[in-house]
């Protein structure tokens, strides 16, 4: 198992929209699917937009499967990685449909899903009880 560790901001990559007839080549997209390959535990962590991902999420997630069309040597490699969600929000609300894109995303590239955890800020602070959570998180990796 790796100990270290490599963040990826989404924001900061050229990841193209999907395209059915696979013409988003030469993105970052690959790039950002081998790094996370080079790990066994794979975090995404994104705000809470209108009950689900943030768009750059979706987009990542929607270029999914072209790894299963186009790129099946790297989707393969993803079947066994764990996978975790991180979300934040502005409140405590937690929606269900949040998770679900995650979980049958997981299934669908054969990931095994560890789980998700829902995390907010209150006056511009980490509430203590998200803190113990994000603690216990971070000690099952």
């Given at each position: 198992?790796?100990?270290?560790?490599?963040?990826?901001?989404?924001?900061?990559?050229?990841?193209?929209?999907?395209?059915?007839?696979?013409?988003?080549?030469?993105?970052?997209?690959?790039?950002?699917?081998?790094?996370?390959?080079?790990?066994?535990?794979?975090?995404?962590?994104?705000?809470?937009?209108?009950?689900?991902?943030?768009?750059?999420?979706?987009?990542?997630?929607?270029?999914?499967?072209?790894?299963?069309?186009?790129?099946?040597?790297?989707?393969?490699?993803?079947?066994g990685k764990k996978m975790?969600?991180?979300?934040?929000?502005?409140?405590?609300?937690?929606?269900?449909?949040?998770?679900?894109?995650?979980?049958?995303?997981?299934?669908?590239?054969?990931?095994?899903?560890?789980?998700?955890?829902?995390?907010?800020?209150?006056?511009?602070?980490?509430?203590?009880?998200?803190?113990?959570?994000?603690?216990?998180?971070?000690?099952?990796?």
């Amino acid at each position: 198992s790796k100990k270290n560790g490599h963040f990826i901001d989404l924001k900061t990559k050229n990841i193209s929209y999907f395209d059915y007839e696979h013409q988003n080549i030469g993105d970052d997209f690959i790039k950002v699917v081998e790094t996370m390959l080079k790990f066994d535990t794979i975090i995404f962590a994104t705000p809470v937009y209108w009950y689900n991902m943030s768009a750059i999420m979706k987009t990542f997630f929607d270029r999914i499967s072209d790894l299963l069309k186009v790129r099946k040597d790297l989707g393969r490699q993803l079947r066994g990685k764990k996978m975790i969600v991180l979300a934040c929000s502005s409140d405590q609300t937690e929606y269900p449909s949040l998770w679900q894109s995650f979980i049958l995303s997981a299934e669908y590239l054969g990931m095994d899903y560890i789980g998700h955890f829902h995390t907010w800020i209150e006056s511009q602070k980490i509430p203590a009880e998200v803190k113990s959570s994000l603690d216990k998180i971070i000690a099952t990796i």
